[in-house]
């Protein structure tokens, strides 16, 4: 691609300058044409590629997902439907470095967690709430940070979302 496009753009500039010497032409015209329909055409090339490659890593994913330990999220409570709805209709868990932790669901390279909200004003979720301070999202570790002794899911999960 880079060489095509080198090619292309070297058109373009050999029929600007044939134009800027000798006046607009059909032949420098078509030139100029044909090598900016060629660069269009390469940078849909390059974007394709970028699609195949996400597209692969998404794939590459779901595999890995499909492996893992998985169980059927509870549908009894509004704070179930709330997860199942947001996260999807499983949980999954995950292990690595010694430690095991569970997740609501992922999307992409996204890991999903649910947290549903009955009283927003005490909600352990809601920054600012009146929740006591132990029980509080706030006060603990900031759940968008790499779990410890888990760092090689970061290649696969790259991302937390709290919904």
Do not use: M, W
């Not at 753009?9 to 032409?25: E, F, M, P």
């Not at 492996?67 to 199942?84: G, H, I, M, N």
């Not at 992409?108 to 006591?132: D, F, M, Q, R, W």
């Amino acid at each position: 691609i880079a060489y095509d496009a080198a090619g292309n753009a070297v058109g373009v500039v050999k029929g600007v300058h044939d134009a800027a010497n000798n006046g607009v032409t059909v032949a420098n015209g078509a030139q100029v044409a044909g090598g900016l329909l060629g660069l269009s055409a390469n940078a849909k090339s390059v974007r394709d590629l970028g699609r195949a490659a996400n597209a692969r890593h998404l794939a590459k994913i779901d595999e890995y997902v499909r492996k893992l330990p998985r169980t059927t999220t509870p549908t009894r409570t509004a704070a179930d439907l709330y997860e199942v709805k947001h996260t999807g209709p499983y949980n999954y868990e995950l292990s690595g470095g010694g430690v095991r932790f569970k997740i609501d669901g992922y999307r992409g390279s996204t890991i999903l967690e649910a947290k549903h909200v009955e009283k927003p004003n005490s909600g352990p979720y809601v920054p600012g709430s009146t929740c006591p301070g132990s029980s509080c999202v706030n006060s603990r570790r900031d759940p968008r940070q790499p779990r410890e002794g888990c760092d090689h899911y970061q290649e696969r999960l790259d991302t937390l979302q709290i919904r």
